[in-house]
């Protein structure tokens, strides 16, 4: 069998109600779209799914990473979507849609894009994360735990086919550079990086001993691309397991504590990541908290079998009873960071209209009286 692809491309196209979800009819149009190229080609196979307002096209093929006809299938299909939302008068119809017209890939142009291409094992689970209100560094400490921390996946302990440890690629997004970190050699050089997530994301991981592709994400900012912040980047994640990669359960289990991300109300606060099942995915309190799901598929010659609803699990209610305690802390903060987001990573700011107001009224720092 041929390598396969699998392409998860992302955008928020229209709103249900508000940034809250999405409207059924968003997903039928693309249903219909998948279908028609699964039938004539170029797909493999599909699926549709939805976290929040995010409409998530999740592919395969066997076309290769950052291919032409997949990427202008994944816009089509949001701009068909568009229109539907357009037509209802959704909320913020074709927002992630930054420009006008395709040309290659839609790299840069606004939805987000994880893929890998990788040999189909004799038996092949994936998980597909995807989040709303939040942002692509989101990922960083789970990929930490997953693929580096033995207190989360004991297996890099005690399996053989894991114990070499595996590689990071980070990607500094304000500078567009990119730097690879050998673990667990590297470890503690890594986390100086990758524990700032607003500016230092994990883009992929690969095993160590064979170069082997583990796990890959969206790292689109829009927030820099458009040489300010423009808007949402809810970000996608894919993770191999089992059989040389960490078990299903280690994957997992790096999302039983609901850590701080930002990207809560007006993507400019920091709240508890909760993963919830895909029907409790609409994000409602102060547009929030923040939230995950994981679709679990079973790959098979490039067909899904899935997805399985991987955070349904009464074993993460816990977590979310934990994400609400911590989301009603944060909120008792309001207006304070650390809750809401420092000066210059705010989505919305007043900051230069407040500034002009108070121009000249800032006075020299008198020693006796100050
Ligand atoms: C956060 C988000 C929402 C909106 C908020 C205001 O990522 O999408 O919190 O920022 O609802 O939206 P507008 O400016 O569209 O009224
Ligand atoms: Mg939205
Ligand atoms: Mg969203």
Known sequence: MAKITLSVIKADVGGYVGHSSIHPRLMEEAEKRLTRAREKGPLIDFRVMHCGDDLELIMTHELGVMNENIHKLAWDTFVAATKVATDLKLYGAGQDLLSDTFSGNVKGLGPGIAEMEFEERKSEPVIIFMADKT???????????????????????????????????????????????????????????????????????????????????????????????????????????????????????????????????????????????????????????????????????????????????????????????????????????????????MEYTTLPLVMEKMQGRFEPLEEKQD
């Open 135 to 345: 942002s692509p560094g989101a990922w960083n400490l789970p990929f930490y735990k997953i693929f580096a921390d033995p207190f989360n996946t004991v297996g890099l302990v005690i399996d053989p086919a894991l114990h070499e440890g595996f590689k990071f690629r980070i990607l500094d997004v304000r500078e567009n550079t990119a730097l690879t970190f050998e673990c667990p050699e590297e470890l503690y050089d890594m986390l100086v990086f990758i524990g700032s997530p607003s500016r230092y994301v994990v883009k992929a991981v690969h095993r160590k001993k064979d170069d082997e592709i583990a796990a890959v994400a969206s790292v689109e900012r829009l927030g820099y691309m458009a040489g300010r912040y423009v808007g949402k980047d809810d970000p996608v994640m894919i993770v191999r397991s089992q059989s040389g990669f960490p078990a299903v359960g280690e994957v997992l289990e790096a999302f039983a504590l609901p850590h701080l991300v930002e990207g809560w109300m007006r993507g400019s606060h920091n709240g508890p990541l909760m993963p919830v099942g895909f029907e409790h995915a609409h994000p409602t309190r102060f547009d929030g908290p923040p939230r995950v799901i994981a679709a679990g598929f079973q790959i098979s010659n490039g067909k899904f079998f899935g997805p399985r609803d991987m955070f349904k699990d009464v074993s993460f209610d816990e977590t979310r009873r934990l994400a609400n305690f911590i989301g009603d802390y944060m909120r008792r903060i309001g207006p304070f960071e650390p809750h809401r987001l420092p000066l210059d990573e």
